[in-house]
């Protein structure tokens, strides 16, 4: 018998759709638990924030380059069992680190090589699991599955980054340790599931036209580049994330227990918002609220750069946070709902590379610009340019300002890149 309960709808108390979000809870956990140990141990070590800037690009370059070859992976091959070695791959790392750290032998040059092999990991993890997760519910309810799973991963990101800076206080063996067993747990979770809508097998046979086809599907979708873009510059330039050491450290005075905090404050509002998201989706203006909730990331970013109160950074992160996961939903919806299945993995392949080059390379752009004009300044004149961002996008794309609900577009054809006869 149905659920009367518009809320609940059926599909997303399938058991096939928690499992899922349990493994990616666990997943984000153990990889931010991951994440802060080697920003704060890197620190350590270097007292540098060019170094810690290398480390987010020594995770970007390697989602860069496979970009195209995750996409076709993620089309041709199981996508659970993509994500199952790449979450053993990032296993086998956490433990390489404890063995490294307990026994002295971490030098700047191994942590970077671990970070490259995160950042290969992590290549596949995101967009094979985006393109997963349409297997596992129907297209009606995909929308409120996204913010639900999105409620679940900010739990593992909130609790992750607060669970590592706790556990460093025993050493950064014990982090790395405990991030093994996270993705241990993440791994059984995701071996008990079945889609319960097999992907469909893509049309086009291997090669380059089949490898690019991500590219130009989002490049005949100007509501998609759009959003993806802007998703792209903003935290390319707003991104404080690699400087939050710093900021622990030497500005706030907080530790790494401070900084455990700081990593997780932004989750905490994207949970609260992805959970107001999942009982009362954006329905009407969804472009212009999309604009709305990244100028709010930028003048909070703005915020957090010019404080000097622990609470005040923790409460400017929080909105931050929550005004990121409007922008995450709005354009996670736009990507998947007008997708074809046979293409998801190659789409969300170039749309993850997006989102790491604004994570990654964003950490590498703040380390930069941190060591020529300092860790304050560089904060400001991100946010500053994020704002300078929204209204540039605005103008350049009106179909994405202008959009009014996620649920109006139908799936467009794929796109070639050649003619047909």
């Not at 860790?375 to 179909?399: N, S, Y």
């Amino acid at each position: 018998m149905r659920d009367a309960n518009p809320h609940n709808p059926p599909t997303l108390r399938d058991t096939h759709f928690p499992r899922f979000v349990w493994s990616q809870t666990y997943d984000l956990l153990a990889y931010n638990m991951l994440t802060v140990a080697v920003g704060w141990q890197v620190y350590d070590l270097t007292r540098s924030a060019l170094t810690l800037g290398l480390v987010g690009l020594a995770q970007f370059l390697p989602q860069f380059l496979l970009t195209l070859v995750v996409g076709q992976v993620a089309d041709r091959f199981e996508r659970r069992r993509v994500i199952m070695v790449c979450q053993t791959t990032l296993l086998l790392t956490c433990v390489a680190l404890a063995l490294g750290s307990r026994h002295g032998l971490l030098t700047e040059p191994a942590m970077l090589a671990c970070a490259v092999v995160m950042g290969a990991a992590r290549a596949f993890v995101h967009p094979t699991m985006a393109a997963y997760l349409p297997s596992l519910v129907s297209g009606r309810d995909l929308p409120r599955a996204l913010a639900l799973s999105s409620s679940a991963r900010q739990c593992g990101i909130i609790i992750g980054p607060a669970l590592g800076g706790a556990l460093y206080a025993l050493g950064p063996q014990a982090v790395y340790l405990v991030g093994a067993l996270g993705f241990a747990l993440a791994i059984g979770a995701l071996a008990t599931i079945r889609a319960t809508r097999p992907a469909a097998a893509p049309a086009e046979k291997p090669g380059l036209h089949f490898l690019l086809g991500g590219v130009a599907y989002i490049k005949s979708h100007p509501e998609i580049l759009g959003a993806i873009s802007l998703d792209l510059f903003s935290v390319l330039l707003g991104g404080a994330t690699a400087l939050l050491p710093i900021f622990a450290r030497d500005i706030l005075d907080v530790g790494p227990m401070g900084l455990g905090l700081l990593r997780g404050a932004p989750a905490a509002g994207a949970v609260v918002m992805s959970l107001l998201l999942a009982r009362s989706p954006i329905t009407h203006n969804a472009g212009r609220k999309m604009f709305a909730a990244v100028a709010v990331f930028g003048l909070c970013t703005i915020a957090f750069g010019l404080s000097r109160s622990f609470a005040l950074s923790l409460a400017s992160l929080v909105v931050l946070g929550a005004a990121d996961m409007v922008s995450v939903v709005v354009r996670a919806s736009l990507v998947q709902l007008e997708t074809p299945d046979g293409m998801r993995g190659r789409v969300s392949a170039v749309n993850s590379m997006f989102i790491g080059t604004s994570n990654q390379l964003g950490e590498f752009e703040s380390g930069v610009t941190a060591a020529w004009f300092g860790a304050v300044p560089a904060v400001v004149l991100g946010g500053a340019c994020t704002l300078l961002v929204v209204l540039t996008w605005m103008r350049l794309f009106p179909a994405l300002r202008d959009r009014e609900s996620l649920l109006t577009a139908t799936t467009s054809p794929v796109p070639t890149l050649r003619a047909t006869k």
